[in-house]
Nanobody, 115 residues
Framework: QVQLVESGGGLVQPGGSLRLSCAAS????????MNWYRQAPGKQRELVAG???????SYADSVKGRFTISRENAKKTVYLQMNSLNAEDTAVYYC?????????WGQGTQVTVSS
């Protein structure tokens, strides 16, 4: 079955960086667009970044120029490099794949930006 396993979250100071990873299995990774979402306390889950099968990327306005999404097909892994983090980036980050007419989600990884 489809599995998405995120890692790389943690506590970081404002201005710092983190790289999230999402290891995928159970589906044909090379034909799937992949996304990163996040959900802050008391807020709705929001789309942060997406990457197509060809590597075309898109970003939420709030993270443009600071976050970079990438994928490594050989490892069936998608990454989210996050730089210049600030308190507003604090959230649980989820990996997502729309596949076979439904959405699949990982368990999430917590990112906390605080001094």
């Amino acid at each position: 079955q489809v599995q998405l396993v995120e890692s790389g979250g943690g506590l970081v100071q404002p201005g710092g960086s983190l790289r999230l990873s999402c290891a995928a299995s159970g589906f044909i990774f090379t034909i799937a667009a992949m996304n990163w979402y996040r959900q802050a306390p008391g807020k709705q889950r929001e789309l942060v970044a997406g990457i197509s099968t060809r590597g075309t990327t898109s970003y939420a306005d709030s993270v443009k120029g600071r976050f970079t999404i990438s994928r490594e097909n050989a490892k069936k892994t998608v990454y989210l490099q996050m730089n210049s983090l600030n308190a507003e980036d604090t959230a649980v980050y989820y990996c997502n794949v729309p596949y076979d007419r439904r959405d699949y989600w990982g368990q999430g990884t917590q990112v906390t930006v605080s001094s």
